[in-house]
């Protein structure tokens, strides 16, 4: 039996005596456990995974506003708020969702390409300000900057319109106080905008801006421009721990809690993988976010992938650790496990493709 299905199920207080650890990993049956009267799942429904979609945004919406525990949808019985959030909790792990296959640290617009070969059906770009404008830049210095950012957003578009599908473009802000907009605009947060809306943003391509820890403690980081007048298929991340960010996202937004993203994770699975895996689930049962993403799969241990996907998560970040994308057989075994992973889970997870939209 996996480790991973012990946790999970641990976790939410269900016996792990009788559950089959089959490959297909935890079920809605699973969830019957915690619901054996049927009170909230039904029994037998006629699709199940249909069901249990319907069943994770009742949820979702219910626990947002505090209102699970009165007689409304799926309640008509009343049952209790412990009770009730237990089988939430549940239900946000089995349910399928569209997975996305996350390539790490794309610097070179050629190597866009060379990542939707190996797998990536999304792409993760670390930005940097430097002079006037942004730069695909993971360290800010010159032995890791790679090509401008308007090169690669122009490469992403002209892939996206030849029929390359590219899920979202995650943006991870790497100095977001470097300029004020006030005083220079073009290597602002808001002027990185300005080029996402020039080359990206009528396709469309869906653009994920993260920001890293300790910059977005204060209403001086960037972050505002932002979150106060968020477009259509754009949303922000931040990293860290749920509840300093679930407090970021309330201070500074967005309001709308469907583009809010929570992104953690650790740059060597063999030497940290289980406490920040622990929080990733206790993240995806709480529902609290539109998604949830875990960093960074090197590939080579499919045990550690297997308990990271079991966790619920909406996709999962991979590449190299220390060193930007491109073409190397590392990599694209990396992709090639976490597409594996998806077609041994169909009740779980599918391959995000074109009709996706992730917030």
Known sequence: MKLAILSVLGGLGIS???????DAGLMLQDCHKIDPSH???KRCPKNEMQETRRLAQWCRSC????ACAIKYGYNMSRVSK??????????????QRPIYIIANSVLESQNIAVALDHGAN???IDVTAWGTTWWADRSGNSFSWGDSVEEMFKTIAQLVKAGRYIGFVWLQIQNPNYCKASEQRSCSVGGLRDLVHRHLWRIPVPVLYAFPRNFYSSEDSGALEVTENLLPYEAVAFDGHSQPVQLTFGQL???DERKRVMTDGYFDWATGFWPWRDEISDFVKGQAFQRVFGWTYAGGRPHLLDAMMDTGIDGIVYGFKH????EHEWVRRAAQEVREWIYRHPYRARVATKGDVPW
């Open 39 to 41: 009170q909230i799942i």
């Open 63 to 66: 626990r947002r506003r505090g």
């Open 253 to 255: 937004g967005p309001g």
């Open 122 to 124: 999304a792409i993760e």
């Open 16 to 22: 792990v005596l009788g559950v089959v650890g089959s």
């Open 323 to 326: 060193t930007a994308y491109y």
């Open 82 to 95: 412990e009770k009730l959030n237990r089988i939430c909790e549940c239900i946000a792990v089995v349910q």
